[in-house]
């Protein structure tokens, strides 16, 4: 015995809840969002189930439909969240969520781990590739080129600087020397001894801090102190030498002493960033790499096809796009992101429902789909042919009551028992029931509805409010 609906009763819950959301997305106009957002919806079901799998193929189809079923979920924020009709859509599709997590997740305490660990390494791909998008977008590499290119020629500056600089240089070169050369040393491992005996040099050139004298150390600070206070006194002196000074000066501006050892500093913090990501990488594999990559592969595929598209000329204006490339790779990655957040939201609801004993062992998600189903029903009421929101209400009871007893069957006489004959006797009876009340409500309606004087409309939202109340009230006291 598990927890787990049987087979019949989520099947039939998961379709009347896609039909009442397909309804309530045509009847706002906005069709094809409902249809993306639905199916968007169905596929992060079917993929968080697979997130579950011991096979690693199947884990990482899973974190790929994840992404990709997110992105279709979220697919309305393109053209406006707050727009009526979209909100609508939104909320519908997060309804059929909630209850294809029940219909083919099942086990939501297993779930919520994978889709945490799925969220988090995914969101490290997909935040990273969107900060970069935005820093690109706000402009960071033409500023940058521009801070370099108004940097003053070696000739202005004054020969002390120069001088002062490249001290500073070779300091930097030796002293991260004695960093790179342990670090090159773990890299290759046991190898030749002229790879050894190179490193040996490179380590007899590097030093540490502590082995650098002091006195060197006042002496610099003097420098510092005389560039701060007569910048160009040193260049007088140099003048008054009418030979040697004037090649020392030449041989300070002309770059031939600054840029071999900038070239060589590159190259060895080149080494030190090296390790810091090939550290920070396998700490983020640890402590399998294949489950991490699986669980990363959404984030990954989403961001490589993002910039892969951006990046081809013209491949943005054939979608109809005009923003700019890096905008999009920086947009795309955040609306998945988003997405993974949202499903790691509404397992959250879920979650809480079950700690709270408030719904059913196994029933969790119809709860929670059948609330965000009225509360579609509720935001296009203003909008839409009045039978249609009444309809939307009654097949959210209908997903709760069948999803309900489908769990209850479940945990009695087990998912896999044949109750097929009496589950379809009750889905059709609340079919029924449904239809009566939507016939009645109509009716009402119309009969009662022109009869009634206008009244305040806080006052009609206070009688709408405490309905509601008693109907949720009327329903805890039926599950007691």
Do not use: K, N
């Amino acid at each position: 015995m598990t927890d787990h609906a049987t087979r019949f009763g989520r099947r039939v819950a998961l379709a009347v809840a896609v039909v009442a959301a397909l309804g309530l997305g045509a009847a706002v106009g906005s069709p094809l969002s409902a249809l993306v957002g639905v199916g968007g919806a169905l596929l992060v079901a079917r993929s968080a189930a697979a997130l579950g799998s011991d096979a690693t193929a199947i884990r990482t189809a899973g974190s790929l439909g994840l992404a990709v079923g997110g992105l279709a979920l979220l697919w309305p924020l393109g053209y406006g969240l707050f727009e009526g009709g979209l909100a609508v859509t939104v909320c519908v599709s997060l309804a059929v969520l909630a209850v294809g997590v029940d219909a083919v997740a099942g086990d939501v305490t297993a779930l919520g781990r994978h889709l945490f660990r799925t969220t988090v390494h995914s969101g490290i791909v997909l935040f990273l590739v969107a900060m970069v998008g935005l820093l690109v977008t706000a402009g960071l590499v033409p500023a940058t080129g521009r801070a370099v290119a108004a940097v003053l020629p070696l000739s202005a500056w004054p020969s002390l600087a120069l001088l002062v600089a490249l001290q500073l240089q070779a300091l930097a070169v030796v002293l991260a020397l004695d960093l790179a050369t342990a670090i090159l040393e773990s890299w290759v491992g046991d190898t030749t001894d002229r790879v050894e005996g190179v490193l040996a040099d490179l380590a007899d050139l590097g030093v540490s801090v502590t082995d650098v004298s002091r006195r060197y150390w006042w002496a610099l600070a003097g420098q510092l102190l005389l560039l701060s206070l007569v910048p160009r006194q040193f260049d007088a002196a140099l003048a008054a030498l009418p030979v040697l000074g004037e090649a020392v000066r030449v041989a300070l501006a002309s770059g031939v002493l600054h840029l071999p050892l900038a070239a060589v500093a590159c190259l060895v913090l080149a080494v030190l960033a090296a390790e810091v990501g090939r550290r920070l990488l396998a700490e983020w594999l640890a402590p399998s790499p294949p489950h991490t990559l699986a669980y990363a592969a959404g984030g990954v595929a989403v961001s490589l096809v993002t910039v892969v598209v951006a990046a081809v000329p013209g491949a943005l204006a054939r979608f109809g796009v005009a923003v700019a490339p890096p905008a999009v790779a920086a947009v795309v990655p955040l609306v998945v992101l988003a997405a993974l957040v949202a499903v790691l939201l509404v397992y959250g609801a879920m979650a809480v429902l079950v700690r709270l004993r408030s719904v059913p062992d196994g029933a969790p998600g119809f709860a929670l789909g059948a609330a965000l189903l009225v509360g579609g029903a509720l935001l296009a009421a203003r909008t839409v042919f009045p039978p249609v929101a009444f309809a939307a209400v009654a097949a959210a009871f209908v997903v709760w009551d069948v999803g309900a007893t489908a769990a209850d069957l479940g945990r009695t006489v087990g998912p896999d028992a044949p109750t097929q004959r009496g589950e379809f006797v009750h889905a059709a009876a609340s079919v029924l029931v449904g239809a009566v009340a939507v016939g009645l409500a109509w009716v009402a309606l119309f009969a009662v509805g022109p009869l009634t004087a206008a009244i305040p409309r806080w006052r009609a939202t206070l009688s709408l409010a405490l309905a509601l109340g008693a109907l949720v009230a009327f329903g805890l006291a039926l599950s007691d």
